[in-house]
């Protein structure tokens, strides 16, 4: 079993419509992180969080420690949020981080 | 600063070939990382390093791959008598090494062994 699994691993939705897509470790974790990857392969970095919730623009990620459970919101999708969306923690124990296998997001016009 | 840099963008290269990437780092972070990305997942370490040392090398990292940081700025990864299996995305990744600070991604190598 991974130590970092997400949900839905593919994802089509209409412009506009609300998007979450989940995020589950198993893990002692100091920070998770969510990350957005375009075609092409570059890696945007769009939340660090240890407790909470934060947002930006139409971003919200959240995370409950206790169920070692991660959400990540996007309100009013549209078709350039079209990318993968990666799950990744830094445990306790390391610097490095360890990913979730990603979500395919496609929204349409 | 441009970010992290990595080249070359694209790699396509004949079995039994070597190969090597490189990857510059945002200049202040002391942390740089390596990845390793095969279609339809998610990255894998491979290794990283700490100023010029080397902290830590996946079991992905086969006697073939060998990286290093020689001063502590840029890195290189390289990989001897390429496989098919190696072909892949590699990332590069370099963080300030704190707790607090994320990391910032390359855009990647694409490479391609036929």
């Known amino acids: 079993k991974n130590e970092v699994e997400q949900s839905p691993q593919n994802l089509t939705a209409q412009e506009g419509e609300f998007i979450t897509i989940n995020c589950s470790y198993s893990?002692?974790?100091?920070?998770l992180h969510w990350l957005q990857q375009h075609p092409g392969g570059g890696i945007v970095s769009l939340f660090m969080?240890?407790?909470g919730k934060k947002k930006h623009g139409r971003l919200i990620a959240t995370i409950n420690i206790q169920e070692k459970h991660s959400s990540l919101h996007i309100t009013a999708s549209h078709p350039r949020d079209s990318a993968v969306y990666i799950c990744a923690v830094r445990k306790t124990s390391g610097s490095r981080l360890t990913f979730g296998e990603g979500t395919q997001l496609t929204v349409n016009p | 600063d441009t970010g992290v840099s990595q080249n070359p963008r694209h790699k396509i290269t004949k079995r039994g070939q070597n190969v090597t990437f490189r990857c510059d780092p945002i200049s202040e972070h002391n942390r740089l990382y390596w990845y390793r990305q095969t279609l339809g997942q998610g990255p894998e370490f491979l290794t990283y390093?700490?100023?010029?040392?080397?902290?830590?090398k996946s079991r992905l990292l086969s006697d073939r791959f060998s990286a290093e940081r020689p001063k502590g700025s840029f890195s290189t990864l390289e990989i001897q008598r390429t496989e098919q299996g190696d072909s892949a995305m590699y990332l590069c990744?370099?963080?300030?090494?704190?707790?607090?600070?994320?990391?910032?991604f390359g855009s990647g190598t694409r490479l391609t062994v036929v």
């Open positions: 990744a370099s963080s300030l090494g704190s707790f607090y600070y994320g990391y910032t």
């Open positions: 969080l240890s407790s």
């Open positions: 893990v002692g974790i100091s920070a």
């Open positions: 390093f700490q100023n010029e040392a080397q902290l830590e």
